[in-house]
């Protein structure tokens, strides 16, 4: 069984710094590889980050370059999100999920992602 399971959100003012963690299991490197979508309210998901889990390249939207970094730890299976420079347009639902690629900019296809974990809220006050 898959299982994806986030930690780390919180409420932070704008400037601030947030870590996100994601454990996974149930699934290996072959399969998937790890990104972050959020969703603020009233708007759609949004592509944030992934890492290929075959090289460990990272992408990222436009919006959190330079200022969020994704990184893994292959022995706690677990991925990070490092967000820093937070701005009050950050604030959203975290989500990890599971996407068979994460190369160029396949990260902001919603529909690949197969599995999701619970998600963890983001709050960035101005």
């Known amino acids: 069984e898959v299982q994806l399971v986030e930690s780390g959100g919180g409420l932070v003012q704008a400037g601030g710094s947030l870590r996100l963690s994601c454990a996974a299991s149930g699934f290996t490197s072959d399969d998937y590889s790890i990104g972050w979508v959020r969703q603020a309210p009233g708007k759609e998901r949004e592509g944030v980050s992934c890492?290929?889990?075959?090289?460990?390249?990272?992408y990222y939207a436009d919006s959190v370059k330079g200022r969020f970094t994704i990184s893994s730890d292959n022995a706690k299976n677990t991925v990070y999100l490092q967000m820093d420079s937070l701005k009050p347009e950050d604030t959203a639902v975290y989500y990890c999920?599971?996407?068979?690629?994460?190369?160029?900019?396949?990260?902001?296809?919603?529909?690949?992602?197969?599995?999701w974990g619970q998600g963890t809220q983001v709050t960035v006050s101005s």
């Open positions: 999920a599971a996407v068979p690629f994460c190369r160029g900019d396949y990260y902001k296809i919603i529909q690949l992602y197969d599995y």
């Open positions: 890492i290929s889990s075959s090289d460990g390249t990272p």
